[in-house]
């Protein structure tokens, strides 16, 4: 009978080998788990510069996740990480408008550049399938509501911009190198695991911060602009259906459904049962009017949303609690 560490190494050695670039972020480190929990091995790989480790802790021990700490700008690096490797979910990026518009060349450097890396390193490897993480901020306003994948491109931010020329390389090195890519553009994805107190935060653990602080929520505007939120979960087993159906191309990943961020302020502040007026400010640049995401093509991949933002907030709401205080404690 085989001693257990002998049994480790062999069921590690089965195991198909996946990556997710930017594992310890907040969709990636959900990612991360689900795949671990369906018997893949998993490496995580992050430079940890937005990622965090806390995101990740719980799952290094677990004998089918490891966790390779480097950047995706370092071609050198990833060949070697993506030996025998069947499949890559780049999720790795420099993410939010506001930011790239503060850095537009960072961004570039780390979304194309390094997008284009992950390409030749899956391509030189054999690797069966790139999952890339691509963004609705592609779409830029758009006067058509539902947006389709078949409206043009209008990126008005670098971000934007850099996310839109991903989706251009998987397209490319599908065409000409054969190598399969599928791009999953997700709308406002909101769960456990975002980090409040970053400066370029996401508006649901933001206006859960404050008010739990009791301070009112900041709404940029006049909170008539509206999002398609998408509840993590639903992210997550999207990118899961990605792996084996046999279709590129891109797919929007959202809930279908339009909130207003006055709806969105007031669904949180009745969740956690505070009495709270907003603040009004100025708008943001590069903030599109309104996103909401037609998601007929995602059926294709036998996806379908599971939450709706009521049931999002009441999965998520205490688990964003429990690490705010955390985080300041």
């Keep these: 009978m085989l001693a257990s560490g002998a049994e480790n190494t062999i069921i590690r050695e089965i195991m198909e080998k996946v990556v997710v670039t930017g594992g310890a972020g907040f969709i990636g480190s959900h990612l991360a788990e689900e795949l671990a929990s369906q018997d893949y091995h998993v490496i995580i790989l992050d430079d940890l510069s937005t990622g965090r480790q806390e995101n990740i802790d719980r799952l290094l021990s677990h004998n089918n996740v490891e966790f390779i700490r480097g950047s995706i700008t370092d071609l050198m690096f990833l060949r070697q990480v993506f030996q ?75 971000y934007a911009l850099t996310k839109l020329v991903g989706e251009f390389y998987c397209s490319i090195f599908n065409q000409i190198y054969n190598l399969s890519t599928i791009s999953l553009r997700y709308f406002n994805v909101f769960g456990s695991g975002q980090d409040p107190l970053s400066p370029y935060a996401n508006v649901i653990p933001l206006f859960i911060d404050r008010i739990t602080q009791e301070l009112p929520p900041i709404i940029f505007g006049d909170g008539e602009q509206s999002r398609d939120f998408v509840y993590v979960d639903d992210v997550v087993r999207a990118n899961i259906l990605a792996i084996n159906k046999g279709v590129d191309g891109v797919y929007n990943i959202g809930s279908g459904i339009s909130t207003t961020i006055n709806e969105l302020a007031k669904a949180i502040l009745t969740n956690v049962q505070k009495e709270l007026k907003p603040i009004y400010e100025k708008p943001r640049s590069g903030d599109p009017r309104h996103t909401l995401a037609d998601i007929s093509k995602a059926s294709q991949l036998g996806y379908k949303p599971g939450y709706n933002l009521e049931e999002g907030l009441k999965a998520s709401i205490p688990i964003y609690l429990s690490e705010t205080n955390r985080n300041r404690n």
């Design 84 to 158: 025998d490797v069947s499949y890559v979910f780049h999720l790795a990026a420099l993410s939010r408008v506001q930011r790239s518009i503060a850095d537009p060349l960072t961004t570039n450097d780390i979304n194309v550049k390094g997008t284009l890396n992950v390409m030749l390193a899956a391509k030189e490897n054999g690797v069966k399938r790139v999952i890339y993480s691509s963004s609705s901020a592609i779409y830029g306003e758009s006067s058509v509501l539902p947006q389709s994948e078949t409206l043009p491109p209008n990126p008005v931010s670098p």
